[in-house]
């Protein structure tokens, strides 16, 4: 059963507060690669809700370089994910700026109208959204610093977890039907 839990946006902002200048050496650094941006702004919202979703096809997830969904760490794979999963792992929607919170993601797209770096919000300044990012690693940066031809906002509206029913657990396993609900 799914069970909707709140995105704790604490967690996920002391979680960029340590690593925005820093690589957790849990994750690969893809920096070099075509950025570590969106990795570490899912890391962030890893760190709000502990819940990945391990679906092959349409999951975010990571386990290892070689053990990741595109989403984790593709710009366009995060956008689709976040704003279309129904089962287990973070969702949210694309918003307006009013209604942008810490812990949110931004997402810049370029002149030639393709999405290209992630941020989180990691606070507000007289009017100003403040977010922190990798490859050009930064902690409460003005988002207005930045130089983009487009943006969107992506509000993490809470996650979804797996629970076990127990009595139906105990009474299928009971029956000799199943060792899970």
Known sequence: MLEVK?????HAYAYAARWAYERNPLFYNF????????????????????????????????????????SWAGV??????????????????????????????VQLMNDMDRYYHTLIVTGFDNGSILVSAHSDDAFNRRLDSYNYAGVRYIHIE???EYVRDKEVCFNNFYEGISLHS
């Open 76 to 105: 366009s794979f995060f956008y689709g994910f976040i704003t279309t999963n129904t089962l287990n792992g973070p969702f949210g929607y694309e918003t307006d700026i009013e209604s942008v919170e810490i812990g949110d993601a």
């Open 31 to 70: 920096t070099g690669i075509g950025g570590d941006c969106t990795s570490f702004v899912s890391q962030c919202i890893y760190a709000g809700c502990c819940e990945m979703n391990y679906d092959e096809v349409n999951g975010w997830y990571y386990s290892g370089i070689n053990d990741r969904s595109p």
């Open 158 to 160: 809470g996650f979804r």
């Open 6 to 10: 709140p995105y704790n946006r604490q």
